[in-house]
């Protein structure tokens, strides 16, 4: 069992690893083909892990319905829709009639109008961010108003404005943001090679 | 071998000589330093405060896409369990990917049994949310007024959202990314960030093992030698030779 569950997913992993980034640096056709197969399958993993997450719902809804919790009304809901959409999906596959009708026309308006609320809570966010707090909210403030000035009415009356704008884009913040990429990608290699090469199992419930 | 990597294969394997060269040098001396991190300070008095109010804390990767980012966070989000078990404090994790929830619930499992209160763990409050994670996040956040909110990963606009729900029960908020699309929000509404490669490192100080300190000191070698060559390379194409542009994109 020990052997399952944390000396097979590294064996795994490795193989997968090896050949994926062994394909982007040697031109052998085969193992581009195996890679590329090996990418498909990834699709399939992650709809086991897609039933797994599923499980997970129906275990925190339905307890919570069973212990008639306040929003146990909102939980039994969440059930009926899940069950509806997987019905109607097992039997006319995500292209059904009915699926499209029921993804246009309920899921997409709710997920735009759950996005479109971001509109409100970047507004506050910005009041809170330009607030002056400290030496680096000015910073902030003074940057956030000279990108400002580069548009529209600001423009026509101050024509500096919008050199002043692409000045700091293009220098100070392209090269805080390159920093940041360089430092960040050179930290994703190696924290990618441990896991890798198996040095790192905590995601797989052990240590090093 | 293909076309334009034979310089991306050298920095890798020079990467990985250096990535055990450096953990042996830890291994025999023990010498790692790195500047204190103040997230880590932070996940530590926003779960000391959600403790004494009696309050949750909230965790999540974002909506990004599976990515080393995530190795990062789980190594938080192990110290911030651990010190939940340790306060018995409630830790809500909400998941967008289902491929990232048994890596959690090990994750989660594996801190609480370091800290003997494995009964505590309540396996229903790592929630797997899917395509609707950010509205089932600010509902979680608000029903339950959390008093601590972290967020590291991938993240994309989900962290403006989670920051403003949180912000209005006036949780103290950690987040860290490499997307540096979200650095400005993340950093203009948490009380403190993990920038970029820093969540790495911070994995580091939290427990410094040979392996740990090895990636972390070599990417910032790695990193001086890319300085070095950039500042020689703008030199050198300023003064019009571009021998040293036409060798690394080889």
Redesign the interface.
């Given at each position: 069992m020990t052997f399952i569950k944390t000396k097979l997913p590294v064996v795994v992993t490795f193989v997968g690893a090896f050949i994926i980034i062994a394909q982007?640096?040697?031109?052998i056709p085969a193992w581009k083909t195996l890679a590329a197969e090996l990418l498909r399958w990834n699709v399939i993993?992650?709809a086991f892990?897609?039933?797994?997450?599923?499980g997970?719902?129906v275990?925190?809804h339905w307890?919570r319905i069973a212990r008639r919790a306040p929003?146990a009304l909102y939980s039994a809901a969440t059930l009926i829709t899940l069950a509806f959409f997987l019905a109607i999906g097992l039997a006319q596959t995500t292209r059904g009639e009915s699926y499209r009708w029921l993804y246009d026309y309920i899921y997409l308006p709710v997920?735009a109008t759950?996005?479109a609320?971001?509109f409100f809570?970047?507004t506050?966010?910005a009041y809170?961010?330009f607030r002056i707090k400290n030496s680096?909210?000015a910073v902030?403030m003074v940057s956030a108003v000279l990108m400002m000035l580069q548009i529209g009415i600001f423009a026509a009356f101050l024509p500096i404005a919008p050199r002043i704008a692409a000045w700091v884009w293009n220098i100070p913040t392209s090269a805080g943001?390159r920093a940041?990429?360089?430092?960040?990608?050179?930290?994703?290699?190696?924290?990618?090679?441990?896991?890798i090469v198996g040095?790192?199992r905590?995601?797989?419930?052990?240590g090093? | 071998m293909n076309q334009g990597v034979t310089v991306q294969l050298l920095v890798l394997a020079t990467f990985i000589a250096t990535f055990y060269i450096s953990a042996n040098i830890y291994r025999k001396t023990g010498e790692f330093s790195a500047r204190k991190f103040e997230g880590l300070a932070k996940m530590e008095e926003a779960i000391g405060r959600a403790t004494e109010m009696g309050k949750p804390v909230h965790w999540s990767y974002g909506m990004g896409a599976f990515d080393a980012q995530y190795l990062a966070a789980f190594v938080l989000l192990e110290y911030a369990a651990g010190l939940c078990a340790k306060y018995d404090t409630r830790l809500i994790v909400s998941i967008a990917l289902p491929e990232v929830v048994p890596m959690t619930e090990e994750v989660v499992r594996k801190a609480y049994i370091e800290q003997g209160k494995v009964e505590s763990m309540q396996p229903e409050d790592v929630r797997f949310w899917g395509g609707s994670h950010n509205p089932a996040m600010i509902g979680t956040i608000s029903r339950e007024q959390v008093a601590g909110n972290f967020m590291i990963g991938s993240l994309f606009h989900e962290s403006i959202l989670s920051i403003e729900a949180a912000a209005r029960y006036n949780a103290i908020q950690v987040m860290g990314t490499s997307n540096t699309h979200q650095l400005p929000f993340i950093a203009a509404g948490c009380d403190a960030i993990f920038i970029g490669a820093e969540m790495f490192a911070a994995a580091a100080q939290l427990d410094a093992t040979p392996v740990r300190v090895g990636s972390v000191r070599a990417p910032d070698l790695i990193t001086s030698v890319f300085v070095v060559l950039m500042v020689v390379g703008a030199l050198m194409v300023t003064m019009g030779n571009t021998t040293l542009k036409t060798l690394i994109m080889r």
């Open positions: 982007y640096y040697f031109d993993l992650a892990a897609l039933a797994l997450g599923i997970g719902i275990k925190l307890g929003t997920a759950s996005y609320t971001t809570f970047i506050s966010a809170r961010a680096y909210a902030l943001m940041v990429v360089i430092g960040g990608a050179l930290s994703l290699v190696g924290n990618s090679f441990r896991v040095l790192e905590g995601h797989l419930g052990g090093e | -």
